[in-house]
């Protein structure tokens, strides 16, 4: 049950993209601990401020049927099949 509550609220792009700020965020609080120049709290807010609005504007031009797109790894490759020569024969006169 917690896992299908997890599954649906990272749907949520507005969610998905707080998470991955706020990992991003802390992570850079993590780096920056041990500096000697402080960083203050505003630098951090303006932090998580830009990379929320980043990620949300790759998720407004992620197309909604981005996983469907994917081909399946047995699926052959447009290229594979029709007028498309698999290998080339350098032995051949007409190379």
Do not use: C, W
Not at 12 to 18: A, M, P
Not at 57 to 83: C, D, E, I, Q, Y
């Amino acid at each position: 049950m917690n896992n299908l509550n997890l599954n649906l609220n990272l749907n949520n792009n507005y969610v998905l993209s707080g998470v991955v700020a706020l990992s991003a965020t802390i992570g850079l609080y993590i780096v920056n601990r041990k500096a000697d120049d402080k960083v203050q709290y505003m630098s951090y807010l303006k932090h998580f401020g830009m990379v929320y609005l980043l990620i949300m504007a790759l998720l407004f031009f992620k197309p909604n049927n981005a996983l469907l797109a994917v081909p399946l790894l047995n699926h052959r490759s447009p290229m594979s099949g029709g007028n498309y020569q698999s290998e080339i024969l350098t032995s051949e006169p007409n190379f």
